[in-house]
């Protein structure tokens, strides 16, 4: 399997749907740092049927090995066919006419248990559209697909797994809305950092876990691995960060040895600097003048495919907007010139935006719609934008346990950026007047103040980008 959500909870839902007919299962797995497929695992001898999960589709050589020995295999995935493999069943939507190439690995095998079902008869195969829904979403499918919009609403309205539970009980503000940014958010990050951190394990623990009480024990323990996750990520962020070049039209970071910088977190380290700088982003180790790493893309550019037609790598794998990449050193000049004319910005930065109201126009019931409308937003499908002009800055604040997130407080909201540095909007206070672009959210906390104690809630707005405002 894939050692991200998707992968995850598709093995852990195929695993528990199988426990309806039979105990005779077991499954194998491999840390992150392992490398990827079947061909870094080991099969257990006297195996009869092995079911691949999220990955494998161009393995022919590791198939044809383990077909010979007489193990029937099936491939149950959805990343795009690279060479031939007919020694396996395959089941992958990018191999034949079926409609939906937006639907990742959880969502083939979601699609399986159902036919199992209807074939035997049985129900079983609704208990895990909470999976299903994580999956999709995790591996960042198109919210444009009506199918995969379904999967994900289904998913939302139906939260079973106890792991599940546990997490949003330990992660979620009480009484707080669960939307498509809850798994984007919320759920994703945390079981992707336990696999970042080589704990696959506990999330495997977790997601087969049937006790409620157990589940709060494993995810507390995988909480604290995304926290030190995150501090891992903000001490490599600076240790490279003055290694940024963005004078070109993408941005590259070589690490060595000395970097001490995991490859799990290549690819974290690559999305923030794609954010901040707006340009695909590639960080590779490079050892024996060879270049090895993640790459991530921005808006809808296809930069795995750019790379791919450069002819300079020695292979890019994965999807268009997260995957791993290896090419030679020497090559990297190459690799700018070849992308220079294919991937282009407009010299003045354009943010497009949805409505445009003054502070003073905005209320709760307003969110509150906006938020309704929200509810799917996701790749294709963006949050709600909105341009509020003449908001009032009051006050400055510097937060989070990392420092990274910044609050501007008004009369009427607060503005909340995250993932950025102590410096950001150091003008914005003593009421200088801002215009904003950003998404509007309703924030309900619990005010713990001695002599008030009761839930509240208060208006946000997580922003974009802003600018003084010229009135």
């Known amino acids: ?136 979403y995790g591996d960042v499918m198109s919210m444009r697909s009506f199918e995969t919009r379904y999967f994900v609403y289904q998913g939302l309205k139906n939260i079973k797994n106890p792991g599940v539970k546990a997490i949003l009980k330990l992660k979620m503000n009480f009484g707080a809305k669960i939307d498509s940014n809850t798994i984007g958010f919320t759920i994703t990050p945390t079981i992707n950092s336990a696999a970042r951190l080589g704990h696959i394990e506990k999330i495997i623990d977790l997601l087969l876990e049937d006790d409620y009480e157990k589940c709060l024990v494993l995810a507390k323990k995988i909480v604290s691995l995304n926290e030190d996750r995150k501090k891992t990520e903000v001490k490599l962020y600076r240790k490279i960060k003055d290694r940024i070049d963005p004078s070109h039209n993408i941005i590259v970071i070589k690490t060595t040895e000395e970097d001490q910088i995991d490859k799990g977190f290549n690819g974290l380290i690559a999305a923030k600097i794609a954010d901040k700088y707006s340009k695909p982003t590639l960080v590779v180790k490079c050892k024996d003048e060879t270049c090895n790493g993640s790459g991530r893309s921005i808006d809808n550019i296809l930069f795995k495919s750019i790379l791919e037609s450069t002819n300079f790598c020695e292979w890019v794998d994965g999807h268009e907007g997260a995957f791993g990449v290896q090419f030679e050193e020497k090559n990297l000049g190459d690799i700018y010139e070849a ?133």
């Open 339 to 471: 992308v220079k004319d294919k991937i282009k910005f407009d010299e003045e930065k354009i943010i497009y935006y949805d409505l445009e109201l003054d502070e003073e126009e905005i209320d709760y019931s307003l969110v509150k719609d906006i938020e309704e409308f929200n509810y799917l937003s996701g790749k294709d499908a963006k949050d709600t934008k909105v341009l509020i002009r003449n908001c009032s800055a009051i006050d400055r604040k510097v937060q989070g346990k990392l420092e990274d997130t910044i609050k501007i407080i008004s009369n009427k909201m607060n503005f909340i950026k995250f993932r950025t540095n102590e410096e950001y909007a150091l003008e914005l206070n003593n009421g200088k007047r801002f215009d904003v672009i950003g998404s509007l959210k309703i924030n309900k906390w619990f005010n713990n103040t001695k002599g008030i104690k009761r839930w509240q809630e208060d208006l946000q707005v997580f922003i974009e980008d802003y600018r003084i405002s010229e009135n």
């Open 1 to 136: 399997m894939d050692a991200d959500a998707d992968g995850l909870t598709s093995s852990c839902m195929l695993i528990r749907y199988l426990s309806h007919f039979t105990n005779n299962i077991s499954y194998i797995y491999n840390q992150r740092e392992d490398g990827h497929g079947i061909s870094v695992q080991t099969v257990p001898e006297k195996t009869e049927l092995l079911l691949i999960c999220d990955s494998s589709t161009s393995e022919t050589e590791e198939c044809e090995r383990l077909s010979n020995k007489g193990i029937d295999i099936c491939i149950l995935d959805h990343h795009p066919k690279t060479q031939d493999n007919p020694f396996a069943l395959i089941v992958n939507p990018q191999l034949c006419d079926y409609p939906n190439k937006q639907i990742s690995g959880s969502g083939v095998v979601y699609k399986l248990i159902t036919v199992i079902d209807e074939l035997t008869s049985n129900d079983y195969a609704n208990e895990y559209i909470d999976l299903c829904s994580i999956g999709l």
